[in-house]
C-alpha cells in the first residue's frame, strides 16, 4: 500500500506551526512522525492532522504540554471529565480577574477622595488577598474544620483584638469582600 506522507514543513504551513514547534513535540513524544525518510526527514501521515489539531485546541483551551501528553491518548469519557475540570478552574480564574477589575475600580473611586493614595492602594489589596485566602478556605477546608479554625482565631487574640477584626470588616472595602468572620 503506498501512503501519501506530508513533510515537517508541509504539516506545519497546514496548521501555522512552525517546524521547531512539531520537533518539539517530536522530542518529548506528543506528536512523532510515521517515519523518517532515507535523507532523515520526519513524515507524517495525513491522519497526524487531525491530530496536530487536537493538541492545538487542547493547547488553545490553556492546557500544558504535560496534561495534553497525558490525555491525547485517554478515551472520550475522559476526555470530557478534563474539560468539564478545565472549564471550572477557567472559571475560578474569570472570578478572580473580575476581582481585580472591582479592586482597580474601588481604587480609582477612593483615589478621589483620599489624600494619601499609597493608603486607599493598600486598603484594597489587603481586601483583595483577603478574599483570596478566605476562598481558598472555602474551597479546601470542610465546615468543621472552617468552625475548629474560627474556634482557635478567637481563642488566641484578646476580645480588644476580634473587635478591631469586626470594626475592620466593616470597612466598605472589606464589606464587598468575604473575610475571616464569614467563611465558616
Known amino acids: 500500500m503506498n501512503e501519501n506522507f506530508l513533510t515537517i514543513s508541509e504539516l506545519a504551513n497546514k ?21 523518517y525518510n532515507n535523507s532523515g526527514y ?26 495534553i501528553k497525558a490525555f491525547v491518548y485517554e478515551n472520550e469519557e475522559n476526555l470530557k471529565e478534563i474539560l468539564k475540570d478545565q472549564k471550572a478552574m ?17 481604587t480609582d473611586e477612593l483615589l478621589k477622595t483620599s489624600d494619601d493614595p499609597c493608603d486607599s492602594i493598600i486598603k484594597v489589596i489587603n481586601a483583595v488577598q483577603l478574599s483570596k485566602k478566605t476562598n481558598w478556605l472555602n474551597t479546601y477546608l470542610s465546615s468543621e474544620q472552617r468552625k475548629y479554625i474560627k474556634t482557635l482565631v478567637e481563642a ?28 465558616v
Open 15 to 35: 496548521l501555522s506551526v512552525s517546524t521547531r514547534t512539531l520537533r518539539y513535540y517530536d522530542k518529548i513524544g506528543l506528536l512523532s512522525p510515521a517515519h
Open 42 to 67: 520526519r513524515m507524517y501521515r495525513y491522519n497526524d492532522l487531525t491530530k496536530l489539531q487536537y493538541i492545538l485546541s487542547l493547547k488553545f483551551l490553556g492546557f500544558s504540554l504535560n496534561e
Open 90 to 106: 477557567l472559571k475560578e480564574k474569570r472570578l478572580q480577574i473580575d476581582a481585580i477589575i472591582n479592586a482597580i475600580d474601588e
Open 156 to 183: 488566641s487574640y484578646s476580645k480588644k483584638s476580634l473587635c478591631k477584626f469586626k470594626t475592620m470588616n466593616s470597612n466598605e472595602n472589606f464589606r464587598k469582600n468575604e473575610n475571616m468572620h464569614k467563611f
